[in-house]
């Protein structure tokens, strides 16, 4: 098992992408703290790991807030005394044009998107570098690159905001042999993609939407010591759709 005797915090791990980095990441022997705004959806994503024998433990926490975040780095320190490895993958999608977005509902896309990467990779940076190892995964995306091809303003520049934290947290970090990678989904068939038009989806290379396990093979890879001398990359799990 390639995480055996670590601890991985994953947020957004209630449902969707995140529920399956959370299981791929306990099949592989890691701790996994399940941490998303909904509790009740957390506790369901434990219950399912726990039934495999997997150790996980569901903390409620609001990704915008410092607080919060600070509390939860606390909570899992003082359960399992270290973090080795942090999943960015708390998202929110707002599909708004630039002219329709309120001002309110920017910030609420950037807080959650960017500002709670910032936030939580902030807090447990103190930690990684004491221990002189681990990863930080960012869940990035193609809209990112594309400015949005059917994805509004405020999620695809917050995705290209979280893709350059994601370059600058790595060479913050390198000399600490910490690395830090980012994920860039296409269509990836969750509920947050039933919005897109089948044209879109027929115009995929390979022809058909990921699953989120796809997502969740990309991670155990980049938080893996297959991915040791990999850092500051965007991995694109995408189907061909984009490639550069």
């Known amino acids: 098992m390639m995480f055996k005797d670590q601890v991985a915090i994953v947020t957004g791990g209630g449902q969707g992408i995140g529920r399956a980095i959370c299981t791929a990441f ?12 909904d509790l009740a959806q957390a506790q369901e994503t434990v ?3 726990e039934a495999s024998l997997s150790t996980a433990l569901a903390v409620q926490t609001d990704v915008s807030c410092a607080a919060a975040l600070e509390a939860l780095v606390q ?16 998202g929110l999608g707002l599909f708004r044009s630039v002219e329709s977005c309120s001002e309110e509902e920017w910030d609420r896309v950037l807080n959650v998107n960017l500002k709670g990467p910032f936030l939580l990779s902030k807090a447990v940076m103190p930690i990684l570098k004491a221990q002189e190892s681990g990863a930080i995964i960012n869940m990035v995306s193609l809209a ?5 091809i059917v994805a509004g303003a405020p999620y695809s520049v917050s995705k290209a905001g979280l893709e350059c934290l994601t370059k600058a947290l790595a060479r913050e970090l390198a000399p600490y042999r910490v690395r830090v990678n ?4 296409g269509i990836i068939d969750t509920p947050m993609a039933a919005h897109h038009p089948p044209a879109f989806i027929e115009a995929i290379p390979l022809g058909e939407k990921g699953r989120p396990e796809d997502v969740a093979a990309a991670a155990v890879f980049l938080a893996s010591e297959n991915a040791r001398h990999i850092t500051g990359e965007i991995l694109d799990v995408n189907g061909g759709l984009m490639m550069d």
């Open 182 to 185: 980012g994920i860039a989904p």
């Open 75 to 90: 909570t899992v320190l003082a359960r399992f005394n270290r973090i080795d490895i942090l999943v960015n993958n708390a």
């Open 144 to 148: 990112g690159k594309t400015g949005g």
């Open 47 to 49: 219950h399912t790991l």
């Open 26 to 37: 306990a099949n592989e022997g890691a701790t996994v703290v399940v941490a998303d705004i």
